[in-house]
């Protein structure tokens, strides 16, 4: 690398241009088929079931509308099996996503704020029943845990602080744009074919419900 090479790369990084994504959460489980069963039950997709040599096995789930995944199964971690904790999941009613969670199953906390009002204490310490009284933002909570004892916390977030990403797509480079412009295209394609290759006029708002639905995770139209 030369020395105008390492600059360049110097200048992006104090310029924060360089995207570090967070991509997969790993958590260690002792049963791999009860905790496929948990995950994918809480309507999370089935990314990825791959077995190898040594009884090595790694499934991988992705909870709706979430840009990060979550992989677990066996010869994958050190870490003991429950040991993750406090891993958020964001959502936009605490007590709709509570309701739903707890009807598939996951045995919920009920919905709670901190005695501080900001963000929540270890373990149970300092919980009060109910949301947040003003149902701030970033106030409300909710549990719950995997069968190995792997702790998840839902929190309400309506208006994001400045700064941060407030949802939706969102690409970081017009080379993912253009990948997912292509995607919707191939996609359109087809779907003017089972239509008798009518031209959709509304092409524009069929791209952009694709695109939508490819983000989320959703099943695209």
């Known amino acids: 690398m030369t020395v ?6 110097s200048q992006k990084t104090s310029a924060g241009e ?5 991509e997969v959460v790993v958590i260690p489980v002792s049963d791999v ?26 499934i991988q789930v992705t909870p709706p509308g979430s840009p990060c995944s ?13 040991s993750a904790q406090g891993l958020h ?32 204490h270890k373990g149970t310490d300092d919980r009060v029943a109910g949301p947040n009284p003003s149902r701030a933002s970033y106030g409300s909570f909710a ?19 400045p700064g941060r990403v407030d949802g939706g797509a969102a690409y970081s480079s017009s080379a ?7 995607r919707a295209a191939d996609a359109h394609g087809e779907h003017e074919k089972q239509n008798g290759g009518v031209h959709d006029e509304k092409w524009p708002e ?9 983000v989320a995770g959703a099943a695209t139209i």
């Open 143 to 161: 549990s719950f845990a995997d069968p190995d004892g792997n702790g998840w916390v839902l929190q309400e977030i309506t208006n994001r602080l």
């Open 18 to 22: 360089i995207d570090m994504k967070l």
């Open 89 to 120: 999941l964001i959502v936009s009613d605490i007590e709709m996503a509570n309701a739903a969670l707890a009807g598939r199953g996951a045995e919920m906390s009920g919905v709670f704020h901190d005695a501080g009002g900001v963000f929540h």
């Open 176 to 182: 993912d744009l253009a990948s997912a412009l292509r």
């Open 33 to 58: 088929e009860r905790a496929k069963s948990f995950y994918v039950g809480l309507g999370w997709r089935l990314d990825a079931d791959v077995s190898g040599p040594n009884e090595f096995r790694v």
């Open 4 to 9: 105008q090479e390492r600059a360049t790369i």
């Open 70 to 82: 979550v992989i677990f199964g066996s010869n994958i971690t050190f870490a003991k099996p429950g």
């Open 206 to 214: 069929w791209y952009a419900a694709h695109m939508l639905a490819e």
